[in-house]
């Protein structure tokens, strides 16, 4: 699976946007971008995931550049409780390859304050 | 909500005792993914099933690590004679095919 690279920590203030970077500059056509969250000692948190297309959910919205080379996460009204560390996450898509497994790197500690 | 559960929450053990862990997934998910998380670090695959056979297994998941999924839908993972760098946070995860996997609370497991 190709590596992903995150900034270690970023803050974002309550109520802004929270935008947060992801470089995967070796991804295959076949792999697809997923991100996941893990608040402080939970299971980490399914949010979303796109292939090449800007995806939105009720949780964030995924944008993809063209290259597929980068992605951001988009948290549109951040809150106290979106302080969590955000993993993005390469991942073969179908039937092929390590489909089955998720490589978490260390992530990016997003804090959201008052 | 009938996500993914995981019993116990916490477990303490003493070196040397054998510790089992259960995982109940989402109900109709096929696959069940293993994972452990040390303090600091992002979760490690260790293995997964898809319905009842175990396909993958990490070389993470020594001889004394066993999972079973006996009829596709719970499973266990025994870790026996624990060590004390057993100690981890261990979680699951449940998916439909190759779909997202969603997440357990986990267990945290501290060997004395």
């Known amino acids: 699976d190709a590596k992903t690279t995150q900034p270690t920590s970023m803050d974002c203030a309550e109520g802004r946007a929270a935008n947060l970077p992801c470089n995967h500059s070796t991804i295959s056509g076949n792999e697809y971008v997923y991100w996941y969250r893990q608040i402080h000692s939970q299971g980490p948190q399914y949010i979303i995931h796109g292939l090449k297309n800007n995806e939105t959910n009720e949780m964030a919205s995924l944008i993809i550049t063209e290259d597929r080379k980068s992605s951001t996460l988009i948290l549109p009204h951040a809150t106290l409780r979106d302080t969590a560390v955000y993993y993005c996450i390469v991942r073969v898509g179908g039937s092929g390859g390590s489909n089955y497994k998720l490589t978490f790197g260390k992530g990016t500690l997003l804090t959201v304050n008052p | 909500d009938t996500g993914v559960s995981q019993d116990p929450r916490h477990k303490i053990t003493k070196r040397g005792q054998n510790v089992t862990f259960r995982c109940d997934p989402i109900s109709e998910h096929n696959r069940l993914y293993w994972y452990r998380q040390t303090l600091g670090q992002g979760p490690e695959f260790l293995t997964y099933?898809?319905?009842?056979?175990?396909?993958?297994k990490s070389r993470l998941l020594s001889d004394r690590f066993s999972a079973e999924r006996p009829k596709g839908s719970f499973s266990t993972l025994e870790i026996q004679r624990t060590e004390q760098g057993d100690s981890a946070m261990y979680l699951c995860?449940?998916?439909?095919?190759?779909?997202?996997?969603?997440f357990g609370p986990g267990t945290r497991l501290t060997v004395l």
């Open positions: 995860a449940s998916s439909l095919y190759t779909g997202p996997q969603y």
């Open positions: 099933f898809q319905n009842e056979a175990q396909l993958e």
